[in-house]
């Protein structure tokens, strides 16, 4: 193998190592700079290890700027979703599933959880989406979505997220088309401008 392909080999090698295995803080929080306002969120690695390592490097890499609340379910009360960046290469980089993690706090209102498929009833294949949980939603625990997180301030904030689409956008042509898609077919839509990590303990 030449020089080249060693270098180039290492380089994917890495870029993969800091993808699957980058560790997060044990705790740490985040303020959401919504177009509703602030919602400060409050990270446990211990509630969902995997989880919480993919949100923090999703953090640090700006993947959440201008992502768009576009499954904002309020009738009756139940999430609202995001985590489909505005960027396709960071969409691409980031389409890495994790391993599952199993339940330890509810998915209670309030709480943040990754969104899945369902393989056998069961939420697998993680990669970047997310849901805020409006209401008690523990129905979601027996299927394996495993919170990592709690919105501790600006929960009413959430409330305020345009919901009046409800599942109506389509989520394979914001992965093709990214907001242009949206702000063309669903102006009123919520976003989450960007993510700050403002305290973290190892």
Do not use: H
């Not at 768009?68 to 309020?74: L, M």
């Amino acid at each position: 193998m030449n020089k080249f392909n060693i270098t180039s080999l290492f380089i994917i090698l890495s870029f993969i190592g800091i993808v699957i295995s980058q560790q997060s803080p044990q705790t740490y929080n985040v303020v959401f700079s919504t177009s509703k306002g602030d919602v400060e969120i409050f990270v446990n690695r211990s509630y969902s290890p995997y989880g919480s390592d993919r949100f923090y490097a999703l953090v640090q890499d700006g993947f959440y700027t201008d992502n768009a609340f576009f499954r904002v379910i309020q009738t009756p009360l139940f999430v609202a979703q995001f985590g489909i960046s505005p960027d396709s290469s960071l969409n691409d980089k980031w389409n890495i599933t994790i391993p599952n993690d199993p339940v330890v706090i509810s998915n209670t209102a309030g709480t943040i959880t990754f969104a899945a498929e369902e393989e056998n009833n069961q939420a697998c294949c993680r990669t970047t989406q997310l849901f805020i949980n409006y209401a008690d939603n523990s129905f979601l625990d027996s299927a394996g979505f495993s919170p990592f997180g709690k919105v501790i301030s600006g929960f009413n904030n959430t409330l305020n997220f345009y919901g009046g689409y409800g599942e109506e956008p389509d989520q394979s042509l914001i992965y093709s088309e990214g907001n242009s898609y949206l702000q063309q077919n669903f102006p009123l839509l919520s976003y989450l401008n960007s993510v700050k990590i403002i305290s973290e303990k190892w």
